[in-house]
């Protein structure tokens, strides 16, 4: 973190909350700026840097009905800038997600008191973080820095829940920790499924039992289904929280627009669930002057309403599938064994194992050394396990949103440079030039 050298006390110092926020987010934080200098240097030497660990872009939708149809609608509202909008969301697109959520998972929700509309999953994060007293979030062992970040960045203290045979909280687990805190005052509890980073999909029987602990101690669930269609196998059925008996007395969801209809710029939150909890977003929305730009929702409305899950989707799914299928193989090419490579159920990443004779080198573990070599040398952005859990250091994650003919040169480009499973080497200077890289450019911005 800068700090002024003229003035050291303007401001009255940095908030302390805001600090930890950048402590927890730090190695996400080296990724991001890693990842923005190599590009710069890809094209200085003419060379298209291949991102297989920043969900910046989903390439899979220019042809898509409701997708093109938003964009319409960003034209067709434009003058709605002129106007500023309300804390709470346009009416008609509250009504359009409420008819979604009816159709998509046979949940029924009250317009007025079960839905809002929020600039975003994380601004929902960061509602709740900052309008609950309670002492506790809970995530699971491998989370979303974002959830992470804003949480503790607003004073929560980050309980990180071990994960069952499931792929998500072992429950049992989960019951002896929360009964053995000083004080039962939790402020959520964070589920991703499908889940990042792993791919793992929570069935019903899971989310049955999930939904009856959290009523049992009294702790507000929060499911983040930023993927809400796109499934691997004929097996996995994606469930919404919602769908649970009893589950809006305790829960809440989040959808977005960002992965299934490729439109992250929007920034448009689709939330719903409990009303006490809704209001809650509604009474620090307002509060705080949180304002969704009208001419997002319409697009969000727009995509919405032109929604058929049987058009369209089924093909963007199958191709999805195959890029997966494909990069999994591309793996097994450079001699990843099958239980090195976490297939998935659901969504757009995976987990990968690191080579485990590859070594750490002075501050940077093996997976950080491997995803920068990679980076350096191929110009192929990955990402680690250690941005979800700085303890954690065994698995490379990666996100499948490249077309083919991108997935191909990525991994012709990491042969190119010796990566293989059995017997690729890394250079005993690496971890000197990692850090080096890292302190020209930690910078203030990403």
């Known amino acids: 973190m800068k700090i002024s050298k003229n003035l050291p006390n303007l401001g009255g110092s940095i908030s302390p909350n805001l600090l930890e926020g950048e402590k927890i987010g730090q190695i996400e934080r080296v990724h991001l700026v890693a990842n923005r200098i190599m590009r710069l240097n890809a094209i200085e030497k003419g060379i298209e840097l291949i991102d297989m660990g920043t969900d910046y872009y989903y390439p899979f939708y220019h042809e898509y009905e409701p997708t093109k149809q938003a964009l319409q609608a960003l034209g067709s509202y434009a003058d709605e800038v002129l106007h500023y909008p309300s804390s709470y969301g346009l009416i008609s697109l509250r009504s359009s997600f409420q008819d979604f959520m009816s159709t998509q998972f046979n949940v029924e929700l009250d317009l007025h008191q079960e839905i809002m509309i929020t600039t975003g999953a994380s601004q929902v994060f960061d509602a709740l973080s900052r309008s609950f007293a309670g002492t506790y979030v809970l995530i699971p062992e491998f989370t979303l820095s974002t959830v992470a970040i804003i949480a503790g960045g607003n004073g929560a203290k980050l309980i990180r829940l071990p994960v069952g045979k499931c792929g998500f909280f072992d429950l049992?687990?989960?019951?002896?920790?929360v009964n053995n805190l000083p004080e039962k005052s939790i402020r959520f509890l964070y589920l991703n499924s499908p889940c990042n980073p792993n791919g793992k999909v929570a069935k019903w029987e899971y989310l049955n039992e999930l939904v009856q602990f959290a009523l049992r101690q009294e702790i507000l669930i929060l499911h983040d289904m930023d993927s809400w269609y796109t499934t691997h196998n004929n097996e996995t059925d994606l469930v919404n929280i919602l769908e649970i008996p009893q589950a809006k007395r305790c829960s809440l969801t989040v959808l977005s627009l960002s992965k299934e209809f490729g439109l992250p710029g929007l920034r448009i939150g689709l939330v719903a669930g409990n009303d006490y909890a809704i209001n809650v977003i509604r009474m620090h929305n307002s509060t705080f002057s949180v304002m969704i730009p009208e001419v997002?929702?319409?697009?969000?409305?727009?995509?919405?309403?032109?929604?058929?899950?049987?058009?369209?989707?089924?093909?963007?799914?199958?191709?999805v599938g195959y890029l997966i299928k494909k990069s999994i193989a591309g793996w097994q090419s450079m001699g990843w064994p099958p239980e090195a490579i976490h297939s998935p159920d659901g969504g757009f990443k995976y987990l990968l194992s690191v080579p485990p004779h590859l070594q750490s080198q002075g501050e940077f573990t093996a997976v950080e050394l491997f995803d920068y070599y990679v980076l350096s040398r191929a110009y192929v952005k990955l990402s680690t396990i250690r941005s979800f859990n700085p303890e954690r250091q065994q698995y490379i994650r990666l996100i499948v949103m490249q077309n083919e003919a991108l997935l191909e040169e990525a991994f012709r480009r990491m042969k190119e440079i010796g990566v293989d499973y059995h017997s690729m080497q890394l250079p005993d200077s690496l971890g000197q030039e990692y850090a080096t890289l890292i302190k020209e450019n930690i910078g203030g911005d990403f």
């Not at 319409?298 to 191709?319: C, G, R, T, V």
């Open 296 to 319: 997002c929702q319409y697009a969000a409305k727009a995509a919405l309403d032109s929604f058929n899950a049987e058009h369209q989707k089924p093909e963007i799914n199958e191709y």
């Open 172 to 177: 049992i687990e989960a019951e002896k920790i």
